[in-house]
């Protein structure tokens, strides 16, 4: 959440007024999704929240459970959990658009989808549930690896893209290659059933409805890891069994990546993605589990805490309130208040700001025991 936060910061707007620092092109690249194949900090946003969904549903049925909630209550919250969070997905997509933008690659869209699923294999034992993320990540595989390559009579301009763009796949790997795959070809049908300003063609980004599906794995990954964080009998346990993980999920990403079967792709999130951003999930749980359980340094994230513990207030004050601050700024302290190191910097000090005002708003509403919860 902090560095979907910290969007605001512009990097990228200060890299380009110094092409020459090999600094800020690094801070650029990590703030920034890659193009196509590979991997920045920034990609990993969205799997580690998709990822920790997971881990925090074994601790809220354990909840509910103490509370008495028969299975019909729970399945009744769940229902009502993903349609506000695709709901929510969609509302924050349109909030410049001139009518509702129906679109379901949203982070909280693609939660919510697959939530029903992975709220009933929380009731499953740990062999269905590898089971189920093997079912998921193959059949996904198969879809992509059936659809028809493009013809030599093909019409790039259906996809955004060109036939020589430098990020086009070869061989087989070219089955996930950028709006020329089953996913698209599946929004280019599902897009278009709502009411739109003008037909679907494309996503810009490439990105797709049936990502869904793949994020549905992370969550089970997420799902997987959290179980065993409630019953971990020693620390030493957790995190051998955490690491361990971790390596298996980067050597079968990379193997399938290397041998050209499966690249690891945020934008479709490829089965090599979900196996790759799990393990870097498991890493980074692993990471502050034994910083902060282990070791006892609450306090130095207290904060990340004041973020963490209001996450989709968080996901909604970055997502629409950055610009109304700007702008208030500009109003009440002049249209060139974030000059004062140079117009090279302005980006970066509006940026924290903006960043601060709203880590302040959710500190007010963090003492005040203001928490939203879907």
């Known amino acids: 959440m902090f560095l979907m936060m910290a969007e605001v910061l512009r990097f ?47 601790y809220s049925m354990a909840s509910r459970t103490s509370k008495n909630q028969n299975v019909g209550v729970m399945w009744l919250h769940t229902i009502r959990r993903s349609l506000i969070l695709i709901l929510l997905g969609i509302f924050l997509r349109s909030m410049h658009s001139e009518q509702t933008n129906f679109t379901f690659e949203d982070t909280l869209t693609q939660i919510g989808l697959g939530y029903p699923i992975l709220f009933a294999l929380g009731f499953a034992t740990e062999k269905i549930q590898w089971a189920a993320l093997s079912a998921i990540l193959i059949s996904y595989a198969a879809l992509f690896a059936m659809y028809p390559l493009p013809g030599s009579d093909f019409d790039w301009s259906q996809t955004g893209t060109t036939a020589d763009w430098e990020h086009h796949l070869k061989g087989f790997a070219a089955h996930w290659n950028k709006n020329t795959n089953a996913a698209w070809a599946f929004d280019r049908w599902f897009m278009n059933l709502f009411p739109r300003e003008k037909p679907f063609q494309y996503n810009g980004g490439g990105y797709s409805t049936l990502s869904f599906i793949p994020t549905l794995g992370t969550m089970t990954l997420g799902l997987i890891a959290g179980k065993w964080l409630k019953s971990a009998m020693s620390p030493e346990w957790l995190l051998k069994r955490y690491a361990v993980t971790a390596a298996i999920l980067f050597v079968l990403a990379l193997l399938f990546h290397f041998m050209g079967l499966n690249p690891i792709v945020k934008r479709i999130w490829t089965p090599a993605w979900t196996l790759f951003s799990g393990g870097c999930a498991f890493l980074l749980l692993s990471a502050f589990y034994f910083i902060v359980d282990v070791n006892g340094r609450k306090s130095w994230f207290f904060w990340l805490i004041v973020i963490g513990t209001n996450s989709i207030a968080a996901y909604v004050i970055a997502d629409g309130f950055g610009s109304f601050i700007r702008e208030s700024f500009k109003i009440h302290l002049g249209q060139h208040y974030d000059a004062v190191f140079g117009e090279s910097y302005a980006p970066l000090v509006s940026g924290a700001l903006i960043l601060l005002i709203e880590w302040l708003i959710l500190h007010w509403m963090y003492k005040k025991k203001i928490f939203i919860k879907i």
């Open 12 to 58: 990228g707007r200060v890299a380009e007024a110094f092409p020459e620092s090999a600094f800020w092109a690094f801070m650029d690249f990590h703030q920034s999704h890659v193009e196509w194949v590979g991997c920045s900090l920034h990609d990993l946003i969205q799997p580690s929240f998709s990822f920790l969904v997971g881990v925090a549903l074994p």
